[in-house]
């Protein structure tokens, strides 16, 4: 199964990307992920579900110990024709 994750974290700052946001990126661009898109106001990964799952644990546990205090995200199961 392949699933596909959308996610933020806050607080926001457009100045510079907080903390935070750096980690969020370094976690999925580390992951075993492909389709990976990551933006100044959403990121995207798709990729095998055991490698998403253990993407948004990690993501979960990591941006919060580096200061974000809201992460909202969004699974979605990726069928063949969904892209």
Do not use: C, Y
């Not at 699933?3 to 903390?19: G, K, M, N, Q, S």
């Not at 969020?24 to 580390?30: C, Y």
């Not at 100044?40 to 798709?46: D, H, S």
């Amino acid at each position: 199964m392949r699933l596909r994750v959308e996610f933020t974290t806050e607080p926001f700052d457009l100045d510079e990307a907080p903390p935070h946001a750096v980690v969020a990126r370094d976690v999925i661009q580390k992951a075993e992920l492909d389709a990976v898109d990551v933006g100044p106001f959403g990121n995207t990964a798709e990729g095998d579900a055991g490698a998403v799952l253990g993407a948004v644990e990690a993501l979960l546990r990591q941006t919060l110990e580096a200061g974000a205090t809201r992460v909202s995200l969004q699974v979605n199961v990726v069928g063949e024709g969904d892209k």
